[in-house]
């Protein structure tokens, strides 16, 4: 069967820590050793998961420091007295403090912690990430041709406990490879504050040293990033080169780094013991999305993967209106010129040089209308330079006259791809979009290339037709209620833009059809919560019912700030129904690692396979891999989500999900990722989020800030 459930492997082992019972500590605030006596309140703080608290007898003053200060005093104290060493003025007196750590589940996980920190840190390289987690650098060796560049392979370690805090599991994750460079020290190259380094055995980031740290310059190297690769010229784009092998290298090796590292003696002389076997994820946390959820609808047939469009024709052409199509490219530029005729020859013959008629090439057949030498004539724009462009384009565009029955769209033949040109490719977006102008880019390395027709094209084709309001392809059967409105909110940080900017979706037919987008800046909660107070009206009028639910996409944990202008939108519109928050992590998730070792050679679970994390998390493997038999396929990392839900009341509802509502919810997401209209390959995140990360992405360049009304109604920045 193409579906089913699987036994399933996930990195995590199991591990036991000879740590028992209460222990006796001196720990030391701000470098002065001070007792914890009875009657003080101990306060440690942790900046992911906030202040917890060490309760004593009667309201005292607080203590304040750092948790892994207090891990480390409580480890150093328990050396001490496993060697009988007086080294360390540990002394206990009358009076201290004894601290229950299986009543202290934060503290137990930070101590484990920083075992593992101070054993990697004597073995191998160590570093703290942004979390407090460990993360061991083990050296892989030198970058082939450049002795001084090293490479280390980098794994993060989570300690998880069980009830007791005396035993548990550790989740194991590789994050990849980072090269330091060694042909000069720290100290002779200058380099910005966010800039990392390696001292010694540790790793940290230079704007965080502290002055003891930064007179080791002259023994520390810096980590390669992306201006130390430019200004060396460092190859190190080892990721893509081995994408295809992307799952099994990345189970290949942290079960390796497991057995050399973790299984080793000298660990457990510090107390820590850690299985042998990756744990088992039991048939019944193991589930498939229904194989109706696969199905989409196309013009005269129905497929599995949005590729089957060349088989199958759009589902629906463009609008019944007359169109005119422009060409804007370089004047004086003969290769450019070249490359715009080429492309024109596509679209009107669908052949590079027009000498051949290939129908199913042809943009007309794509479209649903017609494409010729009339609907381009005399619409061509040239502009004299780079600089020039936007002057030369808005000055054609304002001394031509319109015919208002005409809908007009541009295909802007450029020399840059869209990351090469990112100020230009927006601003020219913009000014179209403000004449009315929807737009496709299309650059000269991407028709020139041997599969310009196979793969480039119908991405083209496909984009320009959900552009001009047509359907490519649509969900056959629409997973959820049938009566849920759906809303998507995603967020795009940029270097050179001010701040964050967040983009909304709003969805409210079940088969995925948006009403409008937005964009505003990301502390903009008002926006948002009228946003969806529209989106509301629109649903109710176009239905003539109510929602049975609202479901929000979002980028992040919701926060309660947000949460309650969400409900407020609610309370005042007088609609009381359930509400479900799912966070949906939009990076490849390396945390957490679910694999099947015994039915593929990959290792990757198949597409729609998800899987319970408990506490409402969750594993979906969203990819395009449906067969066992199947040998291409790309190898994703799974989606990670998170469901919380409201009660029509808003209160938090604490209740698992039932196998029903999670399918249902679960191939939701997975349907949603099936149908984003910007190319003919599967996307591994929803639209929902996807749609607005690109509207956020662009927005921020844009001179106006804000959208028009065609900007909020059309899917002009696919």
């Known amino acids: ?192 504050l966010g800039a990392r380094l390696m001292t010694g055995r540790e790793v940290m980031r230079y704007g965080a040293m502290d002055a003891r740290q930064r007179s080791r310059l002259g023994e520390s190297y810096w980590l390669v990033n992306r201006e130390l690769k430019d200004r060396l010229r460092i190859d190190t784009d080892w990721y893509s080169k081995q994408k295809e092998e992307v799952y099994r290298k990345r189970v290949d090796r942290i079960t390796a780094f497991r057995k050399q590292w973790l299984e080793s003696a000298d660990l457990q002389a510090y107390g820590l013991h850690f299985g042998t076997e990756w744990k088992d994820v039991g048939r019944e946390c193991v589930r498939t999305v229904p194989p109706v959820a696969r199905q989409l609808s196309f013009g005269n047939g129905t497929g599995i993967e949005p590729n089957d469009i060349k088989l199958h024709h759009p589902f629906k052409g463009v609008p019944n209106k007359q169109y005119r199509f422009i060409f804007i490219y370089q004047s004086g530029n003969e290769a450019l010129h070249a490359m715009a005729q080429k492309l024109y020859c596509y679209f009107a013959y669908g052949s590079p040089d027009g000498k051949q008629i290939n129908p199913q090439l042809q943009l007309g057949y794509w479209l649903g209308t017609v494409f010729d030498k009339m609907t381009c004539k005399d619409e061509h724009i040239e502009y004299r330079s780079q600089e020039t462009m936007l002057v030369d384009v808005e000055t054609a565009l304002l001394e031509r006259q319109r015919d208002p029955q005409f809908c007009y769209f541009a295909f802007c033949v450029t020399p840059y791809s869209k990351l090469k040109g990112v100020d230009e490719y927006y601003k020219l977006k913009e000014l179209l979009l403000r004449f009315g102008i929807g737009s496709q880019f299309v650059s000269t390395d991407s028709i020139s290339k041997s599969d310009f027709a196979s793969y480039p094209l119908p991405n083209i084709y496909t984009s320009v037709l959900a552009k001009l309001g047509g359907v490519p392809w649509k969900i056959t059967v629409p997973m959820g209620s049938g009566r849920d409105l759906v809303v998507g909110v995603g967020a795009f940080r940029s270097q050179k833009a001010d701040g964050r900017y967040v983009g909304g979706a709003f969805y409210f037919m079940p088969d995925g059809h948006f009403l409008s987008f ?60 359930p509400v479900t928050i799912v966070t949906v992590n939009k990076t490849e998730e390396n945390d957490i690692l679910s694999w099947e070792p015994a039915q593929n050679s990959c290792l990757m679970p198949l597409s729609g396979t998800y899987v319970r994390l408990g506490g409402g998390r969750y594993l979906l493997f969203n990819n395009d891999y449906y067969q066992l038999a199947q040998t291409k396929k790309r190898q994703w990392l799974p989606l990670k989500l998170t469901v919380s839900r409201r009660s029509a009341s808003g209160a938090a509802l604490h209740d698992p999900l039932s196998e029903e509502e999670e399918e249902k919810l679960l191939g939701q997401i997975y349907q949603f990722s099936r149908i984003g209209w910007k190319s003919v390959s599967v996307h591994r995140l929803p639209v929902t989020l996807r749609y607005p990360e690109m509207l956020a992405q662009m927005v921020p360049f844009f001179q106006e800030k804000q959208l028009n009304l065609k900007g909020r109604t059309s899917l002009w920045f696919l």
């Open 518 to 577: 937005d964009c505003f800046k990301g502390n903009n909660l008002d926006r948002l919560a009228e946003n969806l107070r529209s989106s509301i009206c629109d649903y109710i009028q176009t239905r003539r019912e109510l929602p049975s639910q609202v479901v929000i996409h979002y980028y992040k944990a919701m926060s309660q700030k947000e949460w309650m202008k969400i409900d407020r939108v609610l309370q005042s519109m007088k609609l009381r129904v």
């Open 1 to 192: 069967p193409l579906f089913r459930s699987f036994e399933l492997k996930i990195n995590q082992i199991e591990m036991d820590w000879r740590m028992r019972g209460p222990v006796a500590v001196t720990a030391w605030c701000e470098k002065e050793t001070k007792e914890f006596v009875a009657g003080v309140e101990v306060v440690y703080k942790d900046e992911v998961e906030g202040e917890d608290r060490l309760r004593f007898d009667g309201e005292r003053p607080l203590l304040y420091f750092d948790a892994y200060e207090l891990a480390e005093r409580i480890m150093m104290h328990q050396e001490t007295e496993a060697t009988g060493s007086t080294a360390l003025p540990l002394a206990m007196p009358a009076g201290t403090v004894r601290i229950d750590l299986r009543n202290n589940r934060r503290l137990a996980k930070k101590m484990i912690g920083y075992l593992l920190y101070r054993y990697f840190g004597r073995k191998a390289c160590v570093e703290r990430d942004f979390t407090g987690q460990t993360v061991a650098w083990i050296e892989e060796g030198p970058l082939s041709g450049r002795p001084k560049v090293v490479g280390y392979l980098r794994y993060r370690l989570v300690p998880c406990l069980d009830a007791g805090c005396l035993s548990g599991w550790l989740q194991v994750s590789y994050e990849g490879k980072s090269y330091v460079y060694k042909g000069k020290p720290a100290v002779e190259m200058e380099m910005g």
